[in-house]
């Protein structure tokens, strides 16, 4: 069956900009993670989606980081005005309830370059 | 702070041979320990998964083990492969489902 899939799989922008990020998880998954990957390090966690609504959002570094999942399945991870530092690989996963010991399935990441 | 450090930082070994990569986790309340594999520009796969009550975890050529009084675990990768380079992330889950993830170690397995 069809993984996580995230789109765009590269976004190039400039300093200040707006970008969105597209996530879609596996169908009936209803837990939902975003994470930032920067080079050479490992994922650091952003914000968990248990169905609609943001569980979890203490990882967005700022108020320029803000997602969405309005229905429940797809989110969109949203960034005002860009800065350099937002350079990064951003994972997405998708795990069933959420449980302790549900694994969480990892989109291919979109790599954001800010200019 | 939790933070969950993985050693060595990069290792190479000729195919066939056997490795084991460490982690060690200062992480609380701790929930459970997961094991990743990540290739290069792809997302992270899951490995292995223990609890607090499990000490080992085998899937397939890879075994896991956990020691939660001393907050280590290792992955041991058996008559390694080619295809078996990639990072191998360390994972703590804490909390409500909050993750940790170490650094990686980068496997590189050579002919």
Redesign the interface.
């Known amino acids: 069956g069809a993984g996580?899939s995230q789109t765009p799989s590269n976004k190039v922008t400039e300093k200040g900009k707006y970008v969105e990020l597209r996530c879609d998880p596996i169908s009936g998954h209803t837990?939902l993670?975003w994470?930032r990957q920067s080079l050479?390090?490992?994922?650091?966690?952003l914000i968990?989606f248990q169905g609609t609504g943001a569980?979890?959002d203490?990882g967005l570094p700022n108020d320029r980081f803000f997602a969405v999942r309005p229905e429940g399945s797809v989110s969109t991870l949203k960034i005002q005005r860009t800065e350099r530092g937002d350079s990064a690989v951003y994972?997405c996963?998708s795990s069933l309830p959420?449980g302790?010991?549900d694994?969480?399935?990892?989109?291919?990441?979109t790599r954001l370059t800010v200019l | 702070k939790n933070q969950v450090e993985q050693s060595p930082q990069s290792l190479i070994i000729l195919e066939g041979k056997n490795c084991t990569l460490q982690c060690n986790y200062t992480v609380s309340p701790f929930s459970n320990l997961r094991w990743y594999k990540q290739d290069t520009g792809r997302g992270p796969v899951s490995l292995t998964i223990m609890t607090f009550s499990e000490n080992t975890k085998s899937n397939r050529r890879y075994t896991a083990t956990l020691d939660a009084d001393t907050k280590q675990s290792s992955l041991h990768i058996t008559a390694s492969q080619l295809s078996d380079s990639a990072s191998y992330i360390c994972v703590v889950s804490w909390g409500n489902e909050k993750l940790t993830f170490g650094t990686g170690t980068r496997l590189t397995i050579i002919p």
Request: a negative charge.
């Open positions: 996580v837990a993670y994470y050479g390090q490992g994922p650091e966690f968990y569980a979890d203490s994972l996963a959420g302790p010991t694994t969480q399935y990892f989109g291919p990441g």
